[in-house]
């Protein structure tokens, strides 16, 4: 249980600036993680989207797999073709439609990939520890909203990048 613990003063740039190091210190990560695990960040990517459907009882299609990693079809047959020769997915027909695949976790996948994550798992457990439950309720509340509007964020972005663009010498 928390501590409930004095927690130092800190402005909302020191916030941002601590998330900036963390999210770029978490980019370095999941290459070296992806590495030790064989495959590549998309890879991983790819396998962190199967977990989440697998923990909600969701079954993946190879489709929907390519639609949330903004893939193309061609490119998740390489990504699948990949995990798949590394033991970590199968790809199981669907016997209503010959052209679509479900994808699924090998057994010994998560297990695999928890050997590397694990312990980064119990630090936070620990780091969460020393802190009250309300204390967790609101940083699990950022999160969740600073997720949300880091996505709509990138939507924006990722508009821009598909819009015409003016030329200003025009």
Do not use: H
């Not at 909600?56 to 047959?77: D, K, P, V, Y």
């Amino acid at each position: 249980m928390g501590q409930g613990k004095a927690r130092p003063a800190a402005t909302a740039a020191e916030a941002q600036y601590a998330m900036d190091r963390m999210i770029a210190v978490a980019q370095f990560g999941q290459q070296d993680i992806a590495r030790r695990l064989g495959i590549n960040v998309t890879d991983l990517t790819c396998l962190g989207f199967l977990i989440e459907a697998q923990a909600s009882g969701e079954a993946l299609a190879a489709g929907g797999l390519a639609e949330r990693a903004r893939l193309t079809t061609g490119a998740m047959t390489g990504v699948l073709n990949r995990l798949e020769k590394a033991g970590y997915v199968r790809r199981i027909p669907d016997p209503g439609d010959r052209r679509r695949v479900t994808v699924k976790m090998e057994e010994s996948a998560q297990e695999r990939i928890l050997e590397v994550y694990g312990p980064f798992y119990a630090r936070l457990g620990m780091l969460f520890a020393d802190y009250e439950p309300a204390e967790v309720a609101v940083l699990a509340d950022w999160f969740g909203r600073a997720t949300e509007l880091f996505q709509e964020s990138l939507d924006e972005i990722r508009a821009a990048a598909v819009a015409p663009r003016r030329n200003p010498g025009a």
